[in-house]
């Protein structure tokens, strides 16, 4: 008998457990991280790392470059062997070798996803700027390439003269789809509430290959542009992909990661990262996804039992 108890208490165990890949079939995945003045970059890699491997989809590590007042050159991670790798950085240009090296695993078939701030460094490395697409500051004018927006249903590409780069104080906004047949979009509500976070505007860049997936629109009384501003959007780099979100600001203790506590922002994250390393996205829509209106939080990084 009591062998027969442990046998089903073994089974109830087993049952238990979260339904997952096993580790030789979850998406390798770096992510590139430190040297951020304005981002607490620590607690940003770690709630993603988080979000990812909540998910069951992903293993991931954690690669550090040296710091601001250490040489950046010594910076030479190998990035063969990830499907995807994912920037959460705000620092100095890479070495001319590291450059090369990345350009040739994008170039090889890599992913790529780059979150929120990430789209400001390396201004004068020419391959990262077509790889993102768009960019802002870092000295960003006219010569870096086109403002891009959403105005009268199409995509105007500005050429106007002005820097590039603008954000007004942190608040909720409202994200509308404008790819919804796009892997990473397909079956989720075509507008939603996205929770308070930092919004980038007046970005500009090469904005070749570029797909737009989604803009919000940036208020002028509010401080901002009063143009419909891109949010989401993934480029082709020769055979690799890219994804890019700007949202996801994260301040500078634990109380501030709230905008990667949006489930929006975590399930676009999810799909854009599968899509990337993948080129396809099998993850189902979940149910606790927000709508218009409608704000909804995972503050763990994870779903809920409930979400599918």
């Known amino acids: 008998m009591k062998y027969g108890i442990r046998f089903l208490l073994g089974l109830f165990f087993l049952l238990s457990l979260p339904i997952g890949l096993s580790a030789q079939q979850k998406i390798k995945v770096m992510i590139a991280t430190g040297q951020d003045g304005n981002h607490w970059w620590k607690g940003s890699s770690d709630a993603v790392k988080q979000i990812l491997e909540n998910s069951g989809l992903f293993a991931v590590d954690i690669s550090v470059t040296p710091g601001a007042d250490e040489d950046i050159n010594s910076y030479n991670p190998v990035f063969d062997g990830y499907k995807l790798v994912v920037f959460l950085y705000g620092g100095k240009t890479?070495?001319?070798?590291?450059?090369?090296?990345?350009?040739?695993y994008m170039s090889d078939g890599g992913g790529m996803v780059v979150i929120h701030s990430s789209i400001v460094p390396m201004a004068d490395w020419p391959a990262y700027n077509k790889m993102t697409g768009l960019g802002a500051w870092d000295g960003r004018d006219e010569r870096a390439g086109p403002y891009?927006?959403?105005?009268?249903?199409?995509?105007?590409?500005?050429?106007?003269?002005?820097?590039?780069?603008?954000?007004?104080?942190q608040r909720p906004f409202t994200v509308t789809h404008r790819a919804a047949g796009h892997p990473i979009l397909r079956g989720l509500p075509p507008v939603w509430d996205h929770f308070k976070d930092e919004l980038y505007s007046k970005l500009r860049g090469p904005a070749k290959n570029m797909t737009i997936l989604a803009t919000t629109y940036d208020a002028s009384e509010l401080g901002g542009s009063g143009r419909d501003e891109p949010l989401m959007w993934t480029v082709n780099y020769e055979k690799g992909r890219s994804f890019t979100t700007v949202m996801g600001h994260v301040g500078n203790d634990p109380e501030l990661r709230y905008a990667m506590e949006c489930t929006g922002f975590q399930v676009t994250l999810l799909r854009g990262c599968e899509w990337a390393a993948t080129g396809k996205v099998t993850q189902s829509v979940p149910k606790d996804f927000p709508s218009a209106g409608v704000i909804t939080l995972?503050?763990?990084?994870k779903a809920p039992f409930n979400a599918n």
């Open 148 to 169: 891009v927006y959403w105005k009268n249903d199409r995509f105007v590409y500005d050429y106007s003269t002005g820097s590039a780069g603008h954000h007004a104080l």
């Open 298 to 301: 995972r503050k763990d990084f």
């Open 94 to 104: 890479w070495s001319e070798k590291t450059q090369k090296n990345f350009e040739k």
